[in-house]
């Protein structure tokens, strides 16, 4: 106060908050005793007065009876704060085009004018710059010299109009410089002798990324549609996942930071929280309480989801309940009693577990992702320093886990190490040095019958996605003479969708007769004898059907992956009302609708398949 009088500077009143409410004193003083680890018994350890909650106004009033200025001095710097936005609209990095290109840029501008003019503009009608047309120039450039060398000279209608209709939606989306960054990085990996997988996801379904050289999956041969990568209705961030082999992913790592400076680059933070075991483990060990006891405790506690039964309206009904300790001294009555009935050590400890599961334990660095930014990354994220496990070195983490990277603006991308290109690339080797051959494993043809012979026999040990026993036993059954046989098996043999395997052998085999419930169906179910398998087919169907537009395929899409039923029923008349207006019977749209209700709960992503096998 007498500081106050001296300086003419105003006092504000504050309480350090640790936690919210004052009644979970007790379960931060157990945290603290974790992250020092230390007992409670401890008589030196770190505590805190129980004190640090958030206090209610009445409480901040009774501690300054004689000072009510005080709080409204707080309350007067509280008005002073302005409100800002974190979450930005996206800051992506600019690609460095090569200056033999930008001599003659004027020609090129002119050559690719139909396809800038669509994305001169962001959607606020703002100017985007020069260096965004130079950008769709560039990336228009290297898109077509890779169509001729992947489809030839001569480009067909269909090749041509999805060239133009993805690199008019890149660009009005306002992703040319994207796709730049990752082919490059994609084609220096190349270069150095690094194994490139064929794509991963729903990237798979750009004949840009393919024509690019990102990924090596034809999308047009394969019906893979670019609106499930980059839908034009829905503004958000393309998401390409790059396999590398597991000694190369590291060296593009270092690609990419000395490409676009290591202030430019960051890697991802991830956050470890507490699970329901680990909580009473946890717990149970600053508490003094004996391992096996502890052991005792946790093995109570199911793996997998659980059923129990409950009262809902009066009746008894079983409902199925996620495995947190919350529920599980609810539910399930052998742990309900120790919670309840237990010693006093062991319902304190259940008691606090409860209370912190789901906490922050510790925080790691993701494995795989990165961000690249448009400057230094600390003028757009909070940026902490973690070191990096394989080199030991201290490297830049964001604060921001993966799931705001996009929210804040920023470009993340996933630079997966995959084993399985590590043991081709070193089979290649082998094969050169003892017989003197180089094959090149992109260049293989994917027709060979003495392959289908081998998936056949179910001899696909080590070979990615075919190899446990129970795909290899269907295998057998299959015979697969086919790509899309592959494909499709990789689709189906997953928890619900197995259900559907037996028929589609049986269809395969002749033994079942292919039915579709109208014509028009057969052009995109023929691959799978009639059985619906991909989100893609029934993204096709939809707009074949009942006239949907590509953004509203990929919404009933979405809708289907992430089990929306609610969104379904919303796209439900549409679907009836476009079919009748096709010349389709109620009846049979109906029907349609309903397999398509049931298969939401196993859609897979065709573009995802297709990589795989």
């Not at 690719?112 to 990336?139: M, P, Q, W």
């Not at 052998?505 to 039915?515: L, M, N, S």
Request: charged share 30%.
């Amino acid at each position: 106060i007498e500081l106050s009088r001296k300086t003419g500077v105003k006092i504000v009143a504050t309480n350090d908050a640790h936690f919210v409410r004052k009644e979970d004193g007790p379960a931060h003083d157990r945290l603290i005793c974790l992250t020092t680890n230390a007992y409670l018994t401890d008589q030196d350890r770190l505590r805190y007065t129980q004190q640090e909650y958030l206090k209610s106004e009445e409480e901040m009033a009774a501690l300054f009876p004689d000072h009510p200025e005080f709080l409204s001095n707080t309350l007067e710097v509280l008005d002073k704060v302005e409100r800002y936005e974190i979450d930005r609209g996206h800051v992506l990095p600019l690609f460095r085009i090569d200056e033999g290109f930008l001599k003659d840029i004027d020609r090129y501008l002119e050559k690719y004018k139909g396809i800038i003019d669509v994305g001169r503009c962001d959607k606020e009608g703002n100017d985007r710059g020069e260096a965004f047309t130079h950008s769709v120039a560039f990336l228009c450039h290297l898109c077509y010299e890779g169509a001729r060398r992947r489809y030839g000279d001569t480009l067909t209608e269909e090749q041509s109009e999805r060239l133009d209709f993805e690199l008019k939606t890149i660009c009005r989306m306002g992703f040319p410089d994207y796709f730049l960054i990752v082919q490059d990085f994609i084609a220096a990996a190349r270069r150095n002798g690094i194994s490139v997988g064929p794509g991963r996801g729903s990237a798979a379904g750009s004949a840009v990324a393919y024509c690019l050289g990102i990924t090596n999956i034809d999308p047009i041969k394969y019906q893979l549609l670019f609106e499930r990568f980059l839908n034009p209705d829905r503004i958000s961030m393309p998401d390409i996942d790059i396999d590398f082999d597991d000694d190369g992913r590291y060296r593009v790592f270092r690609y990419v930071e000395d490409t676009y400076g290591k202030d430019h680059v960051s890697h991802v933070i991830t956050f470890g929280t507490m699970a329901a075991k680990s909580a009473i483990k946890d717990v149970a060990r600053v508490s003094n309480m004996p391992i096996d006891e502890s052991n005792r405790l946790t093995k109570m506690i199911p793996d997998k989801p659980f059923e129990a039964e409950v009262v809902e309206d009066g009746k008894k009904v079983k409902k199925e309940f996620k495995p947190k300790l919350s529920n599980c001294v609810k539910y399930l009555p052998e742990l309900k009693n120790e919670y309840e009935n237990g010693t006093e050590l062991v319902k304190d400890v259940l008691k606090y577990a409860v209370k912190l599961e789901g906490c922050i334990r510790q925080t790691g660095v993701h494995a795989c992702a990165m961000i690249i930014g448009r400057g230094d990354l600390t003028d757009y994220i909070p940026i902490s320093v973690a070191a990096d496990k394989a080199t030991g070195e201290d490297v830049w983490v964001s604060q921001y886990e993966g799931c705001f990277i996009e929210d804040v603006g920023m470009l993340k991308m996933d630079f997966l190490g995959l084993r399985t290109l590590s043991i081709i690339k070193e089979c290649l080797a082998n094969i050169k040095k003892r017989h003197g051959i180089d094959i090149d494993i992109e260049a293989i043809p994917i027709d060979d019958e003495e392959t289908y012979r081998l998936y056949g026999r179910g001899d696909t040990t080590s070979v990615f996605q075919f190899e446990s026993e129970g795909m290899k036993q269907w295998l057998q059954k299959l015979q697969p003479t086919r790509f899309e046989d592959l494909i499709a098996m990789n689709a189906l043999y997953r928890p619900g969708p197995l259900d559907y395997i037996p028929s589609f052998v049986a269809r395969k085999q002749g033994t079942e007769k292919i039915e579709y419930d109208l014509p028009e169906m057969e052009e995109f179910l023929q691959d799978t004898y009639g059985v619906t398998v991909y989100q893609e087919q029934v993204m096709l169907l939809s707009q074949k059907l009942a006239g949907f537009t590509k953004g509203q395929a990929d919404k009933l899409r979405k809708a289907m992956g992430k089990k929306q039923l609610d969104v379904l029923e919303s796209l439900h008349d549409k679907f009836i009302n476009g079919g009748k207006e096709h010349g389709h019977p109620v009846e049979i749209l109906e029907k349609i609708w309903g397999d398509w209700r049931k298969f939401a709960q196993y859609a897979f992503n065709k573009s995802h398949a297709t990589c795989y096998a």
